[in-house]
C-alpha cells in the first residue's frame, strides 16, 4: 500500500515537473521561436535560436535534441551527405545523454522523449538515404518503445504521439521486399491508430503542433481525402502565412487536385517569401514545381527555363533524371532537338539500385537519345497534360485521335493510350468505362512500358473499390502483387494496393 501511494505520489510530481519544464521559461521560448524560424526556412536563425537555448542550459535536453533537427529535416529535404552526417553525430551524442539519464531513473520522462524521437528521426533518416534498413528498424523499434513508454506514464504528455503516429501509420505500409523487417520490429503498424495519435499531437502538443499538421496534410493527401489535407493546410498556412515550405506544401496539393494555375500562384508565393531568406531548398523546390506545372500546362518554353533553374541549384546526391527527360523533351516539342540531346546526355548513373524513380527516368532518357519525338509520341503528351490538369474533354478528343490509327501501333504506344483514357474515365468517375478501357491492356505485351500491365491491374482494382465491390477489387490486386517479372515501380506496388484497400 506505502509503495503505491509512494510511487503515485512521485510520478504525480515528476509530471508535473514534466509540464512546467515545457510549457514555461525561456528555453521554452527560444525553442518555439527556432521552431517557427525552421517552418519558415530560415535555418540559420532556427539554428541560432537552438544553440542559444542550448548554452544557457546545458542539462536541458530540449536545446540540444532541436539542433539536431535542423539536420534532419536538411538531409531528408537535399539528401545532402554532409548534413546527414552532421545529424548523425549530434543525434549519437543526444542519445548517449539521454541513455545516461534513464540508466539512473528509467522513469525520466524527458529523457525518454527525447531518446525516443531521435530514434525515431535516425530511423527515417537512415531509411531515406538507402544506408541501412535493419538498422533503421532497429532504431525505430528503440524510439517505439521509449515513445510508448512515455505514453503510458503520462498519457497527456502528447508530444510522444507524434513519432508513435508517424511510426504507425508508415509501418502499415512496408512492402512485400521488406516484410522481414516487422518480425524485427514486432509489429506491422496500425495506419488508425496512427492517424489519432498525429491528431492528439497536432492538437495538444507542446512542440508538434505544426510537425503533426504537416503529417496529416500528407497523409491525408495521399488517400485523397482532399478536404481534410486542404484543412490542415489552411491551419499551417494561417500560422506561417509567409512561410515557403507551407506554401510549397499548398501548391503540391492543389497540383494534386488538377488546380494547376492555383498551384502555380502558391509555387510563385514561395519564392516571393523566400526573398531575404535565399534557401536553395526553396529555390530548388519551387523552380521543379514551376517547370512540372508549366510542362503540365503545355507551356513548353516556362518548363524548361524552370527546369534549368533547378538543375543548377542540385546536389550531387539528388534525383535529377526526370527534370532532364522534361526540359529535352520540351526543347523538342519546340522544335530544338540537339539542344535537348545535350540535357538527354547528362543523365545520372550513379545512384542506388533501390532508387526505382532515378532508374526509371534514366530508361526514359536512354530511349529518348535515340528516338526523337514523334508526331504520336507530342500528342500522347499533350493528351496526357490535358488529362492530368483536368481538361478532360480535351484529353479525351486526342486520345481517341490516336486510337483511330490504333493498329498502326506497336504495343509500347497502346498501353499508354489505354493508360490514359482509362484514367480519364476514372476521373469522370465512369468506373465501367474505365475498368473497360484498363482491360484492353491486359491482352498486350509491350517491350518497354511493361509496368503498365500490372498498373492495368491496379487500376482495375482502384475501380472496383470506387464502385463499391472490394472482392473484386482484391482479386485484381492480387493479380497485379502477383506479377512475378521484373518492371518498373514494381517495389512500390505493395504499398499502393495497401493504401487503396485501407482508405477511409
Same mark, same amino acid.
Given at each position: 500500500m506505502f509503495n503505491r501511494y509512494t510511487s503515485t505520489v512521485l510520478f504525480f510530481i515528476f509530471s508535473m515537473s514534466v509540464a512546467m519544464s515545457q510549457d514555461y521559461g525561456n528555453i521554452h521560448k527560444l525553442i518555439?521561436?527556432?521552431?517557427?524560424?525552421?517552418y519558415n526556412m530560415d535555418f540559420p536563425a532556427a539554428l541560432a535560436k537552438f544553440q542559444e537555448a542550448k548554452n544557457l542550459a546545458p542539462n536541458d535536453l530540449r536545446g540540444p535534441f532541436f539542433e539536431q533537427t535542423i539536420f534532419f529535416w536538411k538531409a531528408l529535404l537535399t539528401r545532402n551527405k554532409n548534413d546527414y552526417e552532421t545529424f548523425l553525430n549530434l543525434s549519437d551524442k543526444l542519445v548517449e545523454r539521454c541513455e545516461n539519464i534513464i540508466d539512473k531513473n528509467e522513469n525520466d520522462l524527458d529523457a525518454r522523449l527525447y531518446l525516443g524521437w531521435t530514434y525515431t528521426n535516425r530511423a527515417f533518416?537512415?531509411?531515406?538515404?538507402? +544506408? !541501412? #534498413?535493419?538498422? %533503421?528498424? =532497429?532504431?525505430?523499434?528503440?524510439?517505439? /518503445?521509449?515513445?510508448?513508454?512515455?505514453?503510458?506514464?503520462?498519457?497527456n504528455y502528447n508530444d510522444a504521439a507524434l513519432g508513435l503516429g508517424v511510426y504507425n501509420y508508415l509501418a502499415s505500409f512496408i512492402p512485400r521486399k521488406l516484410q522481414w523487417l516487422?518480425?524485427?520490429?514486432?509489429?506491422?503498424?496500425?495506419?488508425?491508430?496512427?492517424?489519432?495519435?498525429?491528431?492528439?499531437?497536432?492538437?495538444?502538443?507542446?512542440?508538434?503542433?505544426?510537425?503533426?499538421?504537416?503529417?496529416?496534410?500528407?497523409?491525408?493527401?495521399?488517400? +485523397? !481525402? #482532399?478536404?481534410? %489535407?486542404? =484543412?490542415?493546410?489552411?491551419?499551417?498556412? /494561417?500560422?506561417?502565412?509567409?512561410?515557403?515550405?507551407?506554401w510549397m506544401l499548398h501548391g503540391g496539393l492543389l497540383s494534386q487536385q488538377d488546380k494547376m494555375s492555383e498551384a502555380i500562384d502558391a509555387y510563385e508565393k514561395s519564392l516571393e517569401y523566400n526573398k531575404g531568406k535565399d534557401s536553395e531548398i526553396i529555390f530548388r523546390t519551387a523552380y521543379g514545381a514551376l517547370s512540372t506545372a508549366y510542362f503540365r500546362m503545355n507551356v513548353y518554353d516556362k518548363s524548361a527555363d524552370y527546369g534549368k533553374r533547378f538543375i543548377s541549384y542540385l546536389t550531387k546526391d539528388e534525383n535529377m533524371n526526370n527534370r532532364l527527360h522534361s526540359i529535352g523533351v520540351s526543347l523538342e516539342l519546340m522544335g530544338n532537338r540537339?539542344?535537348?540531346?545535350?540535357?538527354?546526355?547528362?543523365?545520372?548513373t550513379d545512384f542506388k539500385e533501390e532508387n526505382e524513380w532515378e532508374k526509371y527516368w534514366l530508361r526514359k532518357l536512354r530511349y529518348r537519345e535515340s528516338n526523337p519525338v514523334s508526331k504520336i509520341d507530342s500528342v500522347l503528351i499533350v493528351a496526357d497534360n490535358n488529362r492530368a490538369v483536368g481538361k478532360l474533354s480535351e484529353a479525351i478528343n486526342?486520345?481517341?485521335?490516336?486510337?483511330?490509327?490504333?493498329?498502326?501501333?506497336?504495343?509500347?504506344?497502346?498501353?499508354?493510350i489505354n493508360q490514359g483514357l482509362g484514367q480519364v474515365y476514372y476521373k469522370q468517375k465512369d468506373y465501367n468505362k474505365a475498368i473497360e478501357q484498363f482491360k484492353q491492356n491486359l491482352s498486350l505485351n509491350p517491350q518497354n512500358e511493361k509496368w503498365l500491365i500490372p498498373e492495368a491491374y491496379f487500376q482495375i482494382g482502384r475501380c472496383y473499390m470506387k464502385a463499391g465491390n472490394k472482392t473484386e477489387a482484391k482479386k485484381y490486386f492480387d493479380m497485379a502483387l502477383d506479377i512475378d517479372y521484373d518492371y518498373d515501380f514494381k517495389d512500390?506496388?505493395?504499398?499502393?494496393?495497401k493504401n487503396e484497400l485501407t482508405k477511409d
Open positions: 518555439a521561436e527556432g521552431i517557427d524560424a525552421e533518416a537512415i531509411g531515406f538515404m538507402g +544506408e !541501412n #534498413y535493419l538498422k %533503421a528498424a =532497429s532504431e525505430i523499434k528503440d524510439g517505439n /518503445e521509449n515513445l510508448k513508454f512515455v505514453l503510458e506514464k503520462n498519457p516487422t518480425s524485427i520490429l514486432g509489429f506491422e503498424g496500425d495506419r488508425t491508430e496512427g492517424k489519432r495519435l498525429l491528431m492528439q499531437a497536432s492538437e495538444k502538443g507542446t512542440y508538434t503542433t505544426s510537425e503533426a499538421k504537416f503529417y496529416l496534410t500528407l497523409l491525408s493527401w495521399r488517400e +485523397e !481525402n #482532399y478536404p481534410i %489535407a486542404e =484543412s490542415y493546410s489552411q491551419q499551417l498556412r /494561417e500560422k506561417y502565412p509567409q512561410s515557403p515550405a507551407v540537339s539542344e535537348a540531346l545535350e540535357y538527354y546526355r547528362k543523365a545520372r486526342e486520345y481517341n485521335g490516336l486510337l483511330s490509327n490504333m493498329q498502326t501501333y506497336d504495343d509500347d504506344v497502346k498501353v499508354q512500390s506496388m505493395d504499398g499502393k494496393v
